[in-house]
């Protein structure tokens, strides 16, 4: 609210202007990483980069040093690299202050994808529409994510590399409880062998032992062919 009004007041002052800044590009991508860690971004470096971070300075400038610090700078290890801890530490802060459900939510919405459809997230978090959409509300206020360009029925995560953070936090038992829920979502979404075959395949797998074995290997050669 402090500074809501401050920016208010700033408004109002003769000759304000406001600059909306967007995400860097790739090739501004590559050269701050080429900046921050001594190293060279080509062979598909800098493309990596921006696509797991959308841009942010920050999210760019702590996985620069991050990859950087495992050795040789590749689009490989661009690309498997963890999520820093400074990183980490941000998405933990924004999250601390969430009820359950609502965390719950953005953890099954980190499983489903860098994006989604709001109906397969209410379903798989077993809410309403109308409740998803509140907690949604919510989660685009922290900045975690907000909805598709285009599209008013699906979400978005704003930077991939938040939603490896909110993924990779989650307690591994309910992260194998919600990859089946979101293959059963699927399953009841799609017919067996449609366009999701090879998302339904993946959270199956990903469910472990809490899936039935027949369908996870059914899954996956259908997924194959």
């Known amino acids: 609210m402090a500074l809501s009004r401050m920016l208010a007041g700033a408004a109002r002052r003769p000759g304000h202007r406001r600059i909306r800044l967007g995400p860097l590009s790739r090739a501004d991508v590559a050269r701050v990483v080429s900046g921050e860690t001594g190293q060279h971004a080509g062979g598909g470096v800098g493309e990596r980069i921006h696509a797991r971070t959308g841009g942010n300075p920050f999210l760019i400038v702590e996985l620069s040093r991050h990859v950087a610090g495992e050795g040789v700078l590749t689009a490989e290890t661009a690309a498997r690299a963890g999520v ?42 077993d809410v309403d529409a109308r409740s998803c959409l509140d907690r949604l509300d919510e989660l685009e206020a922290l900045a975690l994510l907000g909805p598709a360009r285009s599209d008013p029925r699906s979400f978005r995560f704003r930077h991939d590399l938040v939603r490896e953070s909110v993924a990779t936090s989650t307690p591994l038992r309910q992260r194998t409880r919600l990859h089946l829920r979101i293959a059963d979502a699927l399953d009841d979404a799609a017919p067996a062998g449609g366009p999701v075959s090879e998302r339904v395949a993946h959270h199956l797998w990903a469910a472990g032992p809490l899936a039935d074995p027949v369908r996870t290997a059914s899954a996956l050669s259908r997924a194959a062919a």
């Open 84 to 125: 820093p801890s400074a990183v980490r530490d941000v998405v933990r802060g924004r999250m601390a202050g969430l009820d359950e459900d609502t965390r719950h939510l953005l953890r099954a919405a980190a499983l489903i994808g860098a994006e989604g459809d709001i109906g397969l997230l209410a379903r798989v978090a």
